[in-house]
């Protein structure tokens, strides 16, 4: 007897040894990435991972947060960010941690840093409050090795940029990224991304594009994306899915169905989305491509010269008259280095406070100015929200910010770098109801590390990397406006990274345990 009785203490005590937990997330809504509906459940977390789920009465913890009335989710993958040169000025990354987001993924539009290895070694050695993967930049590639130049590489030249794409994905790049639109990618001919997007195919990455136009070629666009995916052999991902212009609304459901069909055909392809009416980027692409060849200096003077004056004037009127538009008053600057009270204004405003005619070509000559000044980042509206709500349908379309690290207060940035994610689930979910909970969930989540092989992250399983969050399904707003941008999302109580506490009951802690993510080659 008393033997069993000390059998049965020791069991005891393994048992509640096992049982114990350092954080336990107790009663709240599991909605745990899949798509499936969401349960009543808690959550154990030990160190940095999840090690239970479901009905945990017999658990205890040091540390418990009560979930009544909050939703339960995996922490959101932010598949499409620009970090690069932000991470030091804001380490702990409130404007993504208050959005629910504990990884992003950098390196899109081409533009990256080309030493992969070292960037990723900076990232674990900062130490940002959000997890951090990248793509290899074909911008950076291109320009490490042939600079600016408007001409097709040399078989050397080729052979160079290889070297440096399959450099990088040794290093950990989760894959390869084009901007089709910015120079010197713009410049590339379609067999040199093939040529490129087969060394990352090798490694099992993604090839992501900013495509080659996003309004009136936008369906050659997608075509060559889906050629290029094809013939590479590699998953691809359209960034920011859109159509720009007001000339193209509507066209959403004719390249929706594009995408649909390549899928069919078994094309591993997906696609992403900000849920806005407005786009930014920066201000000298509505200049002609060629007049960007070179460095800056190469390209100031260029425009100082009057023939090429008139053909760009000439060049951005016709735009802007597809546009239907008499103005460049969809143009808002976002922030201007050179004179930082013009942030917030349009060209159309600028203009006329520069004392200017009130016409368009003026607005040309201003634009053309403000480009020599310096450049300027640009939000451009010009979408159709009937086009925003048809692409949010797709199932296969993630949420992405296409922002960086926010600087509170600093210009006047695109409010889809505050609130992307509250806005999708306050706006489009719970007000108008495009999409369900779960689903929105599973594609800020699951559907993200499945295409990024983030193979421990995206669903609240046990074995999985403790990245949570919490929040109110009947608070969550984005507040973030035009107007107003730099406002953080309401809603979310609680965000978990690797295990530790960020953002605690709305207040942000200051922890700072993210780290780098690698790549897992096959």
């Known amino acids: 007897m008393k033997v069993l009785f000390i059998l049965l203490v020791l069991c005891t005590g393994n048992l509640m040894a096992q049982n114990r937990a350092d954080i336990i997330i107790r009663n709240g809504k599991i909605i745990d990435g899949t798509g499936n509906p969401w349960y009543y459940g808690d959550v154990a977390i030990r160190a940095h991972t999840i090690v239970a789920t479901g009905n945990l009465n017999t658990w205890s913890a040091d540390n418990i947060i009560d979930a009544t009335g909050l939703i339960i989710a ?81 078989s050397q030249e080729l052979d160079k940029m290889i070297a440096l794409v399959n450099k990088a994905m040794q290093e950990g790049a989760v894959g390869f990224s084009t901007g089709l639109i910015y120079t010197p990618g713009s410049y590339a001919s379609t067999d040199e991304i093939i040529a490129l997007a087969k060394v990352a195919a090798a490694y099992n990455g993604v090839y992501a594009t900013h495509m080659r136009n996003e309004s009136d070629s936008v369906t050659y666009a997608i075509h060559e994306a889906l050629r290029i995916a094809k013939a590479a052999g590699i998953p691809l991902q359209i960034s920011h899915f859109k159509i720009g212009g007001q000339q193209n609304w509507g066209r959403s459901r004719q390249t929706i169905e594009m995408v649909k069909k390549a899928r069919t055909d078994g094309l591993d392809v997906t696609i992403d989305q900000y849920p806005y009416t407005a786009s930014s980027t920066a201000l000298n692409t509505l200049l002609p491509d060629w007049i960007l060849a070179g460095n800056d200096s190469v390209v100031k003077q260029r425009l100082r010269q009057p023939a090429v004056v008139k053909e760009a004037t000439g060049y951005m009127l016709k735009k802007l008259a597809a546009r239907k538009m008499h103005h460049f008053s969809y143009a808002v600057v976002a922030f201007y280095k050179a004179d930082t009270t013009l942030n917030g204004k349009s060209i159309e405003a600028i203009n006329l406070l520069w004392k200017r005619k009130h016409t368009a070509a003026a607005e040309a000559t201003t634009i053309i100015d403000m480009v020599i000044g310096g450049g300027a980042s640009m939000v451009f509206h010009g979408m159709s929200e009937d086009d925003v709500k048809c692409i949010m349908q797709y199932p296969f379309n993630m949420p992405a910010s296409d922002a960086s690290i926010r600087v509170m207060n600093e210009g006047a940035p695109h409010p889809r770098g505050y609130g992307t994610n509250a806005r999708i689930l306050g706006r489009y979910v719970r007000e108008q109801k495009i999409i369900t909970l779960e ?36 608070a969550v707003t984005d507040l973030s406006t035009f107007q107003q941008p730099h406002q953080y999302s309401a809603g979310f109580k609680y965000v978990i990274v690797n295990g530790k506490i960020t953002l605690n009951n709305g207040i942000h802690t200051g922890v700072r345990n993210g780290m780098a993510l690698y790549n897992k080659p096959r």
């Not at 070292?118 to 409050?129: K, N, Q, T, V, W």
């Not at 594609?443 to 403790?466: E, I, V, Y």
């Open 74 to 154: 995996p922490g959101f993958i932010d598949v499409h960010t620009h970090i690069e040169d932000d991470e030091v000025k804001n380490p702990t990354a409130n404007n993504f941690i208050r959005d629910g987001v504990t990884t992003v993924i950098t390196g899109n539009c081409g533009s990256s840093h080309v030493n992969t290895g070292a960037y990723l070694a900076f990232i674990d050695s900062l130490r940002l409050s959000v997890n951090t993967a990248t793509f290899i930049g074909h911008n950076d590639v291109r320009e490490a090795v042939m600079g600016k130049a408007n001409r097709p590489p040399t």
């Open 439 to 474: 689903e929105a969930i599973r594609r800020m989540t699951s559907l993200p590390a499945q295409k990024f092989h983030l193979t421990d992250r995206g669903l609240l399983r046990p074995g999985f990397a403790a990245d949570i969050v919490l929040f109110d399904a009947d």
